[in-house]
Every structure is written in structure tokens, then in C-alpha cells.
């Protein structure tokens, strides 16, 4: 039989049965669909993270209290409130690590603010001047935390514009000099930050910045920082600066045992890289999950075929008996459950795309549709159609002529 008459046939049958044809696709087009739109989900959410991560600072080390277990958990979350880091060992890093391009301390805590009868809980940074250049923060109006601000002891605030629609209202053009109060004492706003958006992690955006010195004096009340931020000359030192760091901190702190040092170093290649791990996993498990739906596609793409045999048990019989091979009647029924299969799966990679672009307008949420997840898609639903047709297929092509002519 010829490649263009096998496939004529498959379509004539198919569209004989334009209904059953139509609900059997639609168990594909929900499978494919379904995995499309989840791993877009899955590789936005990813490709966001990775991000924001980048985008607090470049060449970017961060030494927080704690015992180091790994980033996200263990230890370093139980103990991410100790008071081991001082203002001291910052300025010792900066003095003593060479390749340092700069160090930014600073404390951070979240409190109650108020400004004109709206009020937000929002988180506070302690930072220095410096801190800007670390973490890469640039401010849309007025002026950022300045070195004499600290020296002064200054009640003065940098706010990030979630906060300032917060507080002064979504329509609020210009807050430079109005006052707002954290934790009841007064504060006046300098300068608006330009937005970064938020992370997984928390909004970047959210976030009021006033002078560390202030900070500690007035909120705190103690002289501990929660984070000494370091920036480097270039990835490549990176590990030698961290390796210096830790030299310098446990001799400060005057530790000797490695399971004993009270302060967690981590550097962004070490944040990127394991949040693309946790992202990953959670994409496969996604993914997963929306393939349950392609199997049981497969399973109705399979009932239909031996349906399909059962019905043209004496057209089968027919056309052996005029000289057509089992491979003949395999291809025929292979070809069919095929085509159902790849029709499906075009139309399936389209609703996909149409609803990772719905759940990016409407949910907020980043999506990212990836060349690898449409060719694994369609490859996916070939497959079944393949796998699933082939016992229908099979069995049709081992009918014995005589019997199904016999058929009733």
C-alpha cells in the first residue's frame, strides 16, 4: 500500500466518526495542554527568581549569622537572629580582604509604619551609603543614605515605591520631605527606590532604608548587624575572598573549630544555583503530575482503536482476502491512532501557550513557553499514539480473514 493511500484511508476513517474522533483528541489536548501551561509556570517562575537574585547585587557575598548548613534551612533559619556580626567586622573586612571592592552591614527588621491614617508593616534596613553600590539600589527621586547621615544619627528614610503607594496612595507623585513614623518615632522620606520587583523570597520593593547608626540607636537598640554584603572584583575571586572572610571572621570571633563558627557565608553563584535546583524540581513535579492526564488520554486513544477494530472486523477480513498484509493492517490502525495523537498535540501545544499567556495577564505570575517543552510535548503525544495504538493495531493485522468475514 502506498505511503499517500495509507494515509487517505486513515483520514477517511477517522472523520467517519467525526464525534468519537473529537472527545478521544480532547484526552490529548488536556494532557498536552496541561503540561505546557505547568512547565511554562515552572521555568517563569524560575527564570523571575534567578532575577531577582541577580539583580541585588553583582559579584555579591553575604555573611549572616549562624551556623552554615546549606542554603534555606537547617541551622542558618533557626539561628538567623543571633547577634554574632557587629559593625566591627565589617569595617575589619573591608580593611583586611584584599579584591574587596566595597562592604555594606546592615540590620533589618520589620515594623509597624504610619504616615497620613495609613499604616503598612513593612521590612527596615539599617544600611550605609555603601550599601547602594552592593546591592545595586538606585533611587527614582530624592537621595539615598548618605555617610553623614550615619555620622549624625539622622531620622531619615529611603522608601521603596510599594511602600510609598502604601502609604501615600498609588496616585502620590512626589513624597520627598513628607513624614512617615516607624515604630512611633519620625522619620522624613529623602528619596524613592527604583522598583526591582519582588523575589520568592520577599519584594524588593516593600522595604524602607534608613541609617544604620540610626537603626541601632533608636529601633534596635543594639549594636549587631544581620547581614555584611561584599562585593568583589569579578566572579573568578570569588572563592578566594570567601575563603579570606572566613579566615578573618573566626579569628575575630576567636573560633578554631569549623562546626563551631557562629556566622553563615553564602555568595550569589551558591543562591542562583540552588534555587534553580528547588525550581527544577518543582517544574519535573508539575510536569508530572499534568502527564497523568496524557497517559489517561493514551488509555481512550487505545479504547477507541479496539473499538475501531471491533466495528471493521469484516473490512479487515475484506481486505486480506484481496491480497492486503498484516503489515498493511497494523500501518493502517497505527497510522490512525497517530494522526489522533498529533492532531491533538497541535492543538494542545496551542491551548498551552494561550493559557501560560492567560496566567501571565491575569495571575501576575511569569511564564516562559521553551522550544524543548513544545518539541517534548509533541514528542510525548507521538509516542502514545504509537505505544497505545500498537496492541490495537497488532491485533487487528493477526484477525483471521475467513473468521472476520464470518463476523457478524
Do not use: C
Not at 511554562?40 to 548548613?69: D, K, T
Not at 551558591?270 to 519535573?284: C, E, G, P
Request: glycine share 10%; aromatic share 6%.
Amino acid at each position: 500500500m502506498l505511503i499517500s493511500d495509507l494515509f487517505q484511508e486513515s483520514f477517511l476513517a477517522l472523520s467517519s466518526n467525526k464525534i468519537r474522533s473529537s472527545l478521544t483528541i480532547l484526552g490529548i489536548v488536556i494532557g498536552v495542554a496541561s503540561v505546557i501551561a505547568m512547565v511554562s509556570i515552572g521555568q517563569g517562575s524560575q527564570s523571575s527568581i534567578q532575577s531577582s537574585i541577580q539583580s541585588i547585587g553583582s559579584n555579591l557575598i553575604m555573611v549572616m549569622p549562624g551556623a552554615q548548613r546549606g542554603f534555606g534551612g537547617g541551622a542558618s533559619s533557626a539561628r538567623g537572629s543571633a547577634q554574632s556580626l557587629k559593625q566591627a567586622d565589617a569595617d575589619a573586612i573591608k580593611e583586611e580582604v584584599a579584591l574587596v571592592k566595597a562592604v555594606a552591614p546592615d540590620l533589618s527588621q520589620r515594623y509597624q509604619v504610619t504616615a497620613k491614617g495609613t499604616n503598612s508593616n513593612t521590612s527596615v534596613d539599617g544600611v550605609t551609603a555603601a550599601y547602594a553600590q552592593v546591592r545595586s539600589v538606585k533611587v527614582e527621586q530624592g537621595l539615598f543614605i548618605t555617610d553623614q547621615n550615619n555620622s549624625s544619627l539622622s531620622k531619615v528614610a529611603v522608601i521603596g515605591p510599594t511602600t510609598r503607594d502604601d502609604l501615600f496612595g498609588a496616585n502620590a507623585a512626589n513624597v520627598i520631605g513628607q513624614a512617615i513614623k516607624i515604630n512611633k518615632i519620625e522619620f522624613k522620606v529623602i528619596g524613592v527606590t527604583e522598583s526591582k520587583g519582588g523575589s520568592g523570597f520577599s519584594n524588593q520593593d516593600d522595604i524602607i532604608y534608613i541609617p544604620l547608626s540610626t537603626m541601632q540607636r533608636y529601633l534596635a537598640g543594639a549594636d549587631y548587624v544581620s547581614t555584611i554584603s561584599i562585593e568583589d572584583d569579578s566572579t573568578d575571586v570569588m572563592s578566594m575572598v570567601e575563603e579570606q572572610v572566613n579566615s578573618l571572621l573566626m579569628a575575630r570571633h576567636k573560633i578554631s573549630d569549623l562546626a563551631l563558627v557562629d556566622f553563615n557565608i553564602m555568595n550569589q553563584a551558591d543562591i542562583v544555583a540552588t534555587a534553580s535546583s528547588v525550581t527544577n524540581t518543582l517544574t519535573m513535579l508539575l510536569a508530572a503530575i499534568a502527564g497523568i492526564s496524557l497517559i489517561v488520554g493514551g488509555i481512550g486513544i487505545m479504547n477507541m482503536m479496539l473499538t475501531t477494530v471491533t466495528e471493521r472486523t469484516k473490512e479487515i477480513g475484506l481486505r486480506k482476502a484481496i491480497g492486503a498484509t498484516s503489515a498493511d493492517i497494523s500501518g493502517q490502525f497505527l497510522v490512525e491512532a497517530v494522526m489522533l495523537t498529533l492532531l491533538g498535540g497541535i492543538i494542545g501545544i496551542s491551548l498551552g501557550w494561550l493559557i501560560s499567556l492567560a496566567v501571565s495577564s491575569f495571575a501576575g505570575l511569569t511564564t516562559t513557553v521553551s522550544t524543548m517543552s513544545i518539541i517534548l510535548a509533541f514528542g510525548v503525544s507521538a509516542a502514545i499514539g504509537l505505544i497505545f495504538g500498537y496492541y490495537p493495531a497488532r491485533r487487528a493485522s493477526k484477525l483471521n480473514p475467513i473468521e472476520a468475514l464470518r463476523f457478524e
